[in-house]
């Protein structure tokens, strides 16, 4: 760009810098141009200044320097705590009891005496029977010597004191003591043009008054004749601009629920806190499951136990374990806890929220879906976390069958962006046939969840004869084929930088 291009480009701020600066011998500070320039506030001539630099006609030097400084002068006048304990062992003849000196230190002994032993300024002795502080050889010394953090608080009591000027190791110690010092970071700026900035400024630029938006005032009072127009150069560099967007985990929520809204579902929830009875009993889960192992399940120790109200259902479901109750099934035989179906845990699969809907609406048809959070004692790594959610819907309709369960499968996850699907049979306590499903991503099968039809065992306590399809799909690894993101630990992240940089909007 020649000098020509660029004189047209400056905007009326880079134009009074200039002047100033020249003005000026051709360098100076912020403060420097406020006063010779005009400025108002300092951003304003960095701002100028850092476009000039862009041009080539400014360069900017900054240096910085650090300074510790005493955050309360008047409490450091005091002395260190050491210091007066000093004092205190002297007027005593070099030992004092532990009891006398808590009395005489005003609530600084306990410090103190940490301060003292650090230092060796004093031991640990029996004084008149019990323990006791008697000074040390370097203790006496230091009755009339300055210390080195004592010398350097003096010296802050006058100034702050450069960090160069500052022994690291006395400082260390002096930002041990809670609230004592504080450190000021000082920046001086200065502004030099270059060549090609002196010519500028001194090639007659005028400075009028700019307008950067055309408007009918303009126009029909005739000022435009009067004003210099903005000109902008497309190509120089501007700050990147990132439009508002959403977390890619909210962004899929409201799609889901967007999704399963339209076919008529409607959304259930449960409680995150739910008793074993509700979180596996129910589901025909035996009591020497694997799942309730301390390993999988988050059990709370207070409360650890959730007294089973509803006496009747519990007794359906304690004979259904036991021998089938009246469905025909066997059962799992033997003996059932209640005392083991009362405990309190944090669930452990979102299908708590669908035997829960089914117990408060047991008369088909019914159409429902949950987003839900759910916590297992999982290592945490770039695929696994001990909270993550799943995607939970039943339908209960004397019509439903397998090719139903399948086909409401497949038009989930096409609906999602996914055409590849595969069903293949699975096992569940609670449903038969069991189905765990799969989708092709990245020239690979990846497992997103598991479906079926409820077992009788598990309907019959709460009156329902028709068929129920259930299904539990998982929610971040759904995000993360979706937008092909690697570690699930970024779709929780509060970077706002990576967040801007998402393309999920």
């Known amino acids: ?75 450091s006048r005091k002395g260190l705590p050491e210091r007066n304990a000093l004092k205190v062992l002297d007027a005593h003849g070099g030992s004092i009891t532990l009891t006398d000196f808590a009395a005489e230190m005003n609530g600084e002994d306990n410090i103190a005496v940490g301060w003292l032993m650090r230092k060796k300024l004093a031991s640990m002795q029996e004084v008149g029977g019990e323990k006791g502080l008697v000074l040390s050889d370097n203790g006496k010394a230091m009755l009339n010597a300055v210390m080195p953090d004592e010398e350097l608080i003096s010296r802050m009591l006058d100034a702050p004191v450069p960090e160069s000027e500052a022994d690291p190791r006395i400082i260390k110690d002096l930002k041990g003591r809670k609230g004592m010092i ?40 005739g000022k435009w004749k009067d004003v210099e127009f903005r000109k902008y150069d497309v190509q120089t560099f501007a700050p990147a601009a990132y439009t508002a967007k959403k977390n890619p985990l909210t962004r899929l929520g409201n799609e889901v629920r967007r999704m399963f809204t339209e076919m008529g579902f409607s959304e259930m929830s449960s409680e995150y806190v739910q008793t074993a009875f509700w979180n596996m009993d129910t589901l025909f889960i035996p009591q020497d499951h694997p799942a309730r192992d301390m390993q999988d399940t988050f059990f709370l120790d207070n409360p650890s136990r959730i007294d089973l ?14 021998n089938g109750g009246d469905t025909g099934s066997t059962g799992w035989g033997g003996e059932w806890s209640e005392e083991k179906a009362s405990q309190a845990l944090l669930r452990t699969h979102s299908t708590v929220s ?17 987003i839900s959070r759910i916590f297992r004692k999982e290592s945490i790594d770039a695929t696994h976390l001990p909270e993550f959610s799943q995607i939970e819907g039943i339908v209960i309709d004397e019509n439903a069958n397998l090719d139903m369960l399948i086909s409401l499968i497949r038009e989930f996850y096409a609906r999602m962006g996914f055409d590849k699907i595969n069903v293949r049979p699975s096992y569940f306590p609670y ?13 690979k099968w990846l497992e997103l969840g598991g479906a079926g039809i409820f077992r009788p065992e598990v309907l019959a306590p709460f009156g329902v004869k028709t068929p129920v399809l259930a299904w539990g799909f998982g929610f971040e690894r759904l995000a993360m084929l979706k937008w092909n993101i690697t570690d699930i630990r970024d779709l929780y992240i509060s970077d706002l930088d990576s967040l801007k940089r998402n393309t999920v909007f």
């Open 431 to 443: 449903t038969e046939p069991s189905l765990e499903l799969e989708v092709f991503f990245n020239g």
């Open 1 to 75: 760009m020649d000098m020509k291009e660029l004189l047209e480009g400056l905007s009326y701020n880079e134009k009074r810098l200039l002047l100033a600066l020249d003005k000026n011998n051709g360098r100076g500070s912020p403060a420097d141009m406020i006063r010779i320039g005009g400025f108002g506030l300092e951003v304003e001539v960095m701002g100028s200044a850092s476009w000039l630099a862009s041009k080539g006609l400014a360069e900017i030097s900054e240096e910085s320097t650090k300074y510790f400084e005493l955050t309360d002068p008047e409490a």
């Open 309 to 322: 109200e509803d006496r009747e259902l519990v007794a359906k479901i304690k004979a259904i374990h036991e």
């Open 354 to 370: 669908s035997i829960r809907y089914i117990a408060e609406h047991p008369d088909a048809p019914q159409k429902a879906f949950s």
């Open 182 to 221: 504080k450190e000021v970071v000082e920046t001086v700026r200065e502004i030099r043009l270059t060549d090609d900035g002196v010519n500028a400024a001194r090639s007659g630029i005028e400075v009028r008054e700019e307008v950067t938006e055309v408007t009918d005032e303009i126009i029909q009072s």
